[in-house]
């Protein structure tokens, strides 16, 4: 119960922090953040978080990671429903939130997207499904890697969630022209179920390519590594309770 509620309170801060960053600084009047503020704030949301539950939970807080860990033999198939099903959750009250804040502004419109993802007509850069499919697929399996590699038993000990946090930054910078930058299900559909029509039309891409890319991530470093299920202590996904 505790590790899902870390998860719980994980990605609800993942999300509401980075969507938030979106939606209500980026575009602030002289002050804007930009692409590089939302992408450092994702980036800050999984390294505050993997440091304050990493030891608790494994600080997954996306279930494109779950199901990568899985795959790279860090993970127990059986426990991979609750913890989606936590990450979710934490997801959708981040994006309740987030609505019940900026829709105080005169200067919000949900028609602009509340950091919805996206392709086709719905992409910041106007991609093809096609694009946003690879683009996803591809920048979660090598965000996957990074955090099997960051988080094994040989890596520095105490600097996974530097190296992860740093990791999805740089996701970031280049996946949000694509598609607002997915990488992660439960992000993607706190906003959507806010935003409906298109964002809900699309959302299945949002689930199907993260997926896909967690578990080649986790494959491809289980094939590479040696002994890829060791764990650096602390900060490598726990084992649930039964």
């Not at 946003?132 to 094994?152: C, D, K, N, P, Q």
């Amino acid at each position: 119960m505790h590790k899902c509620a870390a998860e719980t309170i994980g990605t609800f801060w993942l999300t509401f922090a980075g969507c938030g960053s979106a939606v209500i600084a980026a575009g602030f009047p002289d002050v804007g953040i930009g692409l590089l503020g939302v992408s450092l704030a994702f980036g800050l949301t999984v390294l505050t978080m993997a440091y304050a539950i990493g030891h608790i939970s494994g600080c997954h807080l996306n279930p494109a990671v779950t199901v990568g860990l899985w795959a790279g033999g860090r993970f127990p198939a059986n426990c991979i429903g609750p913890y989606v099903a936590s990450q979710v959750v934490g997801a959708v009250i981040a994006a309740a939130t987030l609505f019940a804040i900026a829709v105080g502004s005169p200067m919000f419109d949900l028609a602009k997207g509340f950091a919805a993802n996206g392709y086709g007509a719905h992409s910041p850069g106007q991609y093809s499904l096609i694009s946003g499919f690879v683009a996803e697929v591809v920048l979660t399996m090598m965000f996957l890697f990074i955090i099997m590699g960051s988080t094994h038993g040989k890596a520095p000990v105490g600097f996974a969630p530097i190296a992860i946090g740093l990791g999805l930054t740089l996701i970031h910078l280049v996946g949000i022209p694509i598609t607002n930058t997915s990488v992660n299900p439960a992000r993607s559909t706190g906003p959507a179920l806010f935003v409906g029509g298109w964002a809900l039309a699309q959302l299945w891409m949002f689930w199907i390519a993260p997926l896909i890319g967690g578990a080649l991530g986790g494959i491809l470093y289980r094939w590479l590594s040696e002994e890829p299920s060791a764990q650096v202590t602390g900060i490598a996904p726990a084992t649930p309770a039964e």
